[in-house]
C-alpha cells in the first residue's frame, strides 16, 4: 500500500515538471521563438532590428560628409588653395613674360640689332685726283662716330648743275654690304669723262654734292657738300662704283 502511494506520487511529480516545462516553452515561442529560449535569440533579432532602422541612418551621414568634403575640396580648389593650387599655380608660372612694347635691339634704336646707315651726320666726305687711270677721281667715305655704320650700294654725286646722278658700274658690286667701324674707310672710283673724247654734253664746274644710300636704296639723309678744289670736266660718260673697302679695287673700271 505504500508503495502504491510513493509510485502515484512520482507520477504526479512527473506530470506536473512536463506541464511546467511545456508551460515555460509556450511562453519562450510566444516572446521570440525557440532561439529567445536561451536569450541569444532575442538579442540577435533586436540587434538585427536596430542594424535595418539604424543603417539608412548611418548611409544618410555617411553620404552628406562625402558630400560636404567633396563640396568643401571642390570650393577650395576653386579659391586657390589645396591640391588645385598646385596646378592652378603650374600653369600660370609656366607661361613666359610678356616681352615689352617697342622693345629694340642694335644700336641707335636700329629694329632687329641692324647697325646704323652712314651719312653726312656720322661721316666725313673728300674727293681727290688720281693719276690712273686717266680722268677719273676717288671719293673716300670715313666713319667719325662711336658706331660702326652700314654704307649701303653707291653714292649719289651731281656735278654743279646736273639734273640725274651718274651712272653706276655694275660690275663693282661687293660680295657684301660695306661695314665701316669708327675711324675706317670706303672708297668709290668717279669716272668722269671719256679718254677718247667720245662724250657728250661735258662741262666743267668747281661744285659737287653727294648723298649716301639707305637700305632701301634712297638718299639717307641731307646732300653734301664736297669741295673739289679745281675745276672738274664731265661728260656723259660719268660713271661711279660701288663703295669698296680698297682703294685699288675702286679704281680698277
Not at 18 to 37: D, K, M, N, R, V
Not at 200 to 209: A, P, Q, R, V, W
Request: net charge negative; hydrophobic share 30%; proline share 5%.
Amino acid at each position: 500500500m505504500r508503495n502504491l502511494r510513493f509510485r502515484h506520487a512520482a507520477r504526479t511529480s512527473a506530470l506536473g515538471t512536463a506541464a511546467l516545462i511545456a508551460a515555460l516553452s509556450l511562453t519562450a515561442c510566444q516572446s521570440g521563438g525557440p532561439e529567445s529560449a536561451d536569450g541569444s535569440g532575442g538579442s540577435e533579432s533586436q540587434a538585427s532590428a536596430a542594424g535595418t532602422s539604424a543603417a539608412p541612418v548611418a548611409d544618410r551621414s555617411k553620404d552628406e560628409a562625402t558630400d560636404k568634403a567633396g563640396t568643401t575640396a571642390e570650393d577650395t580648389g576653386t579659391t586657390g588653395s589645396g591640391s588645385g593650387t598646385a596646378k592652378d599655380s603650374g600653369s600660370a608660372t609656366s607661361k613666359p613674360a610678356a616681352k615689352p612694347a617697342g622693345a629694340q635691339r642694335g644700336s641707335g634704336g636700329a629694329k632687329d640689332g641692324a647697325l646704323p646707315t652712314c651719312t653726312g651726320a656720322n661721316t666725313e666726305l673728300t674727293m681727290t685726283s688720281v693719276q690712273r687711270p686717266v680722268n677719273h677721281m676717288l671719293l673716300t667715305v670715313t666713319n667719325t662716330g662711336s658706331k660702326s655704320c652700314y654704307a649701303y650700294s653707291y653714292p649719289f654725286l651731281r656735278f654743279g648743275e646736273a639734273q640725274s646722278v651718274p651712272q653706276v658700274v655694275e660690275d663693282s658690286v661687293p660680295q657684301s654690304v660695306v661695314v665701316l667701324a669708327p675711324g675706317e674707310s670706303a672708297y668709290t672710283g668717279v669716272r668722269t669723262s671719256s679718254a677718247d673724247g667720245s662724250g657728250t654734253g661735258g662741262y666743267s664746274t668747281k661744285e659737287l654734292t653727294v648723298g649716301l644710300q639707305g637700305r632701301d636704296g634712297g638718299s639717307e639723309g641731307p646732300m653734301v657738300n664736297v669741295p673739289l678744289g679745281k675745276e672738274v670736266y664731265v661728260d656723259s660718260t660719268l660713271a661711279v662704283t660701288y663703295w669698296r673697302t680698297d682703294m685699288d679695287d675702286a679704281l680698277m673700271y
